[in-house]
């Protein structure tokens, strides 16, 4: 069956533009997870979803990012007002209800700034 | 806070022995503990967790994983490594406190030699 896609796989924006990268979960998967992974490092948690309620986003580093999941089912993180920082793989992740851990990843979208 | 180390950034062994890799977890709670594998431009794969029970996990493509609480460890091992295993790992834990937010260590790259 189909993974978890994202879209797009390659971004390119100019410092100050305002992004918006897509995933598109496992049907049936009520979580939703959003990481970013810098390059050389492990992906760090941003956001957490569980239908489309927002139940952690401890993990997202300034006001300028912003998740939904309005229908419980794709997702939307945007970055307002790119920096240079944001230059990573932006990684989402869909989970079972039954199966809350076991994780699936998408191929993840990267981000560069310049 | 919980923190994930794996020690050794990089890896290298010669195809048909053993895989070792480390990692070490500090949490105030005995947290569950995964292992995923990342080959280049695409997303994580789950390879095992631990939850609750056995202390030896098995997981796919002949690994395993041992959970020593006293040891604060859950080390990655194959006996026999494969061309094919060449990737990064990382080892990755969540608190047993009932959220999702995972946290991941830096990630081991490992090479198999002819």
């Known amino acids: 069956g189909a993974g978890v896609s994202q879209s797009p796989r390659y971004k390119v924006a100019k410092r100050g533009q305002d992004v918006a990268l897509r995933c598109d979960p496992i049907?049936?998967?009520?979580?939703l997870f959003w990481y970013q992974q810098a390059l050389g490092q492990g992906p760090e948690f941003l956001t957490y979803?569980?239908?489309?309620?927002?139940?952690?986003k401890s993990g997202l580093p300034s006001d300028r990012f912003f998740a939904e999941r309005p229908e419980g089912s794709v997702s939307t993180l945007k970055i307002q007002r790119t920096q240079q920082e944001d230059s990573a793989v932006y990684l989402c992740?869909?989970?079972?209800?039954?199966?809350?851990?076991?994780?699936?990843f998408g191929p993840g979208t990267r981000l560069t700034v310049t | 806070a919980q923190s994930v180390t794996q020690l050794g950034s990089h890896v290298s062994v010669s195809e048909g022995a053993l895989v070792l890799l480390r990692c070490n977890y500090s949490?105030?709670?005995?947290?569950?503990l995964f292992w995923y594998v990342q080959y280049p431009n695409q997303g994580l794969q789950l390879l095992l967790k631990?939850?609750?029970?056995?202390?030896l996990v098995k997981g796919i493509n002949g690994f395993e994983a041992e959970f020593k609480k006293s040891e604060t460890s859950f080390h990655l091992t194959k006996p026999s490594a494969h061309m094919s295993d060449a990737a990064e790992y990382f080892c990755?834990?969540?608190?047993?406190?009932?959220?999702?937010?995972?946290?991941f260590g830096a990630g081991t790259r490992l090479f198999v030699k002819a």
């Open positions: 992740a869909s989970s079972l209800a039954r199966h809350p851990y076991e994780q699936y």
């Open positions: 631990y939850t609750t029970g056995a202390t």
């Open positions: 949490s105030s709670v005995p947290p569950y």
């Open positions: 979803f569980q239908n489309e309620a927002q139940l952690d």
């Open positions: 049907s049936g998967h009520v979580s």
């Open positions: 990755a834990v969540i608190q047993n406190t009932g959220g999702f937010k995972t946290i």
